[in-house]
Nanobody, 120 residues
Framework: QVQLVESGGGLVQPGGSLRLSCTAS????????MGWYRRAPGKQRELVAD???????NYADSVKGRFTISRDNAKNTVYLQMNSLKPEDTAVYYC??????????????WGQGTQVTVSS
């Protein structure tokens, strides 16, 4: 059994910052790509950023220069530092990871989501 647990969401004013964290736990042998997605009201889920086990990153154009994804492989944790937040960043943010379990088999997992609201 594997779980992804997110934290760090909340309410912030435009221009503010938040840092999201997501930790994977359970029967894990290794973790490949980890990422953050978001779903805004009335919109489809979209990729925000992801990072490979080797540290290669990928960002949505809408967040480039404002968001930074990083990971601590020793802690099975991925972070998303969000700066210069805009109202249009308001969404539920989901952690995602490709995890090699002890079976062994690679399975894609999702976290439960954390709400980020940018409003004055």
């Amino acid at each position: 059994q594997v779980q992804l647990v997110e934290s760090g969401g909340g309410l912030v004013q435009p221009g503010g910052s938040l840092r999201l964290s997501c930790t994977a736990s359970g029967s894990i042998t290794g973790i490949y790509t980890m990422g953050w997605y978001r779903r805004a009201p009335g919109k489809q889920r979209e990729l925000v950023a992801d990072i490979t086990s080797g540290g290669r990153t990928n960002y949505a154009d809408s967040v480039k220069g404002r968001f930074t994804i990083s990971r601590d492989n020793a802690k099975n944790t991925v972070y998303l530092q969000m700066n210069s937040l805009k109202p249009e960043d308001t969404a539920v943010y989901y952690c995602n990871a490709d995890i090699l379990t002890v079976v062994p088999v690679t399975i894609n997992y999702w976290g439960q989501g954390t709400q980020v609201t940018v409003s004055s």
